[in-house]
């Protein structure tokens, strides 16, 4: 399949990507890392976006719910359900519930080694379920496939790089009234994000993502711009926080996410003072 002329020249400025869930908060670009086996690792955030030329619709909050749970192989199991609340014009119901719930399966399969120049590679597949209720925007009513490769290379010992390239088989990649949304067909997403670790417990950095689609029932194109970052507040728990803006309808005008990641069970253990842990 030829891909369009439009999205390679889109590609080469931005390297888009619209994930169906969030990767390494705040951050929707994806690092091939994977949770290590027999482990779980859990993420939530909540994101308050205002909308853009969707009336009613006005403003929307997402809040995600994501377990990963490592496996043998360099293998990781997702699970992630997101509770969404569209806020509407006065006179129109808002909507509140739980959105569309996505399952998936992450390969890395190549980890990145000093004085190579092959990057970190890795792979994810995620399967998108019609949980939430589409007549009320909740949810989009279709089952969703999606293939996203992730690659991410060092710069330096502190300054990394992260790429998505991904395809939306079937479905759409909408989330409550974000995202591009299409009856089914083909979507083409990826993005790029530049991360610095400014201390051992401090990280900032910034992405651009987004989407399109050849398909002539598709309703939206998307193109959105995050800064963020994340603090250990001790091992096993991050704290992460970022603000994002987008351009055409499927992204917010102007938005705000604040979230936190847990390890388990690294969270229970007693900090380390000196690289010694402290006694019960």
């Known amino acids: 399949m030829q891909i369009p002329a439009r999205f390679c020249v889109l ?20 690092d091939p890392a994977v949770t290590e086996p027999g482990k779980w690792h859990f993420e939530f955030f909540n994101e308050f976006d205002a909308l853009q030329l969707q009336y009613p619709n006005v403003k929307q909050n997402t809040a995600s719910y994501k377990l ?49 120049h092959l990057p970190a590679l890795g792979v994810s597949f995620y399967v998108e379920l019609p949980t939430g209720d589409s007549n009320r925007q909740l949810g989009s009513g279709l089952t969703d496939y999606w293939l996203n490769f992730i690659a991410q290379e060092s710069l330096s010992p502190k300054t990394r790089v992260n790429a998505n390239l991904g395809y939306l088989f079937a479905g759409n990649t909408s989330v409550g009234v974000l995202g591009l949304q299409t009856t089914r067909g083909h979507v083409y997403t990826g993005g790029i994000s530049l991360l610095h670790d400014l201390s051992a417990r401090l990280t900032l950095g910034g992405e651009i993502y987004g989407g399109y689609s050849n398909n002539g029932d598709l309703g939206r194109s998307q193109l959105q711009v995050l800064l963020g ?13 970022g603000v994002l803006g987008g351009k055409y309808v499927a992204s917010p005008r102007v938005g705000a996410q604040l979230g936190f990641s847990v390890d388990f069970p690294d969270v229970f253990r007693r900090p380390l003072i000196g690289g010694v842990q402290l006694s019960e």
């Open 229 to 241: 970052g994340e603090y250990q507040v001790r091992r096993g728990l991050t704290f992460s926080f």
């Open 11 to 30: 590609l080469s400025c931005t390297c888009w990507f619209a994930a169906p869930v969030a990767a390494q908060l705040p951050f929707y670009t994806d």
């Open 68 to 116: 990963n749970y490592g496996l043998p192989f360099n293998l990781e199991l997702d699970v992630d359900v997101p509770y969404l609340a569209i806020f509407r014009a006065i006179g129109t119901p808002d909507a509140v519930g739980e959105g569309d719930t996505n399952v998936g399966v992450k390969w890395e399969f190549h980890k990145e080694s000093r004085g190579s």
